[in-house]
């Protein structure tokens, strides 16, 4: 089945280019030039991946992108941040609102086409069908990580996870106990090597502590190796 891109973006020539080669590349492609037509537009036709400028003219793409992740229709569908915006903090911030990836402008067509293979064979359902049921629960102290489910539980109660920060916790959590430098967890979460940003798992991590209540948890279940990344402590007191 074909999949869909949806490009919600205001700028003609960028629409004719991405549409030039995602359609090459095989997928089918549809677009929006404002914020409120994109959002009606990821509702009525679930995408399976969502290319999000954030200089709209009526929402900024930071709204749109706030709405859509929280909307139980489109909270699952990845989010690729395009801008011309490249400071530090509106990276984060995208990463922080639920987006899956930042390509700054002008970009590249070839690293954005790798992105968005990438992004899409991630997220595709049936990947994700092709890892449930073979896996068995993961326990780290009061932790219960089901990968068939998609789902952690802490003292038996559901933790909301975003994909990322499922797979980043299921990682962690396979090799519990060991050093997991950021490069490394880039490379398996994301797929690919996401240009030394590293802060993109920081961002995550961060996020993961603040859900899983790490503040008033001794030792801490996610602890911080000062210049090579984290580890998932299995022990507490």
């Known amino acids: 089945m074909q999949q869909k891109i949806l ?45 999000l400028d954030l200089m709209l003219p009526d929402i900024d793409g930071f709204d749109v992108c706030k709405i859509l992740k929280k909307d139980e229709r489109t909270k699952d569908i990845p989010v690729i941040m395009l801008t011309a915006r490249g400071e530090e903090v509106d990276k984060v911030l995208g990463l922080e609102l639920g987006a899956d990836d930042y390509i700054t402008k002008p970009f590249s067509i070839r690293e954005l086409m790798a992105r968005i293979k990438v992004v899409l064979r991630r997220f595709r359902a049936e990947d994700r069908k092709e890892q449930k049921g073979a896996d068995e629960p993961i326990v780290i102290r009061d932790i219960t990580i089901l990968p068939d489910k998609f789902q952690v539980l802490k003292g038996g109660v559901p933790v909301e996870l975003t994909l990322k920060e499922f797979e980043l916790l299921k990682l962690l959590a396979e090799n519990k106990d060991k050093v997991m430098a950021r490069n490394l967890l880039l490379d398996k979460v994301w797929g690919y090597e996401y240009m030394g940003e590293t802060r993109t798992v920081d961002v995550h991590i961060r996020h993961l502590r603040k859900k899983l209540g790490d503040e008033n948890t001794y030792p801490p279940y996610i602890e911080t190796v000062r210049g090579i990344g984290y580890k998932l402590n299995s022990k507490g007191e």
């Open 7 to 51: 490009v919600v973006e205001d700028e003609v020539h960028i629409i004719e280019l991405l549409k030039y080669n995602i359609e090459l590349a095989g997928y089918q492609m549809i677009y929006a030039d404002n914020g409120k037509e994109g959002i009606n537009l990821c509702v009525e036709q679930h995408p399976d991946l969502v290319i």
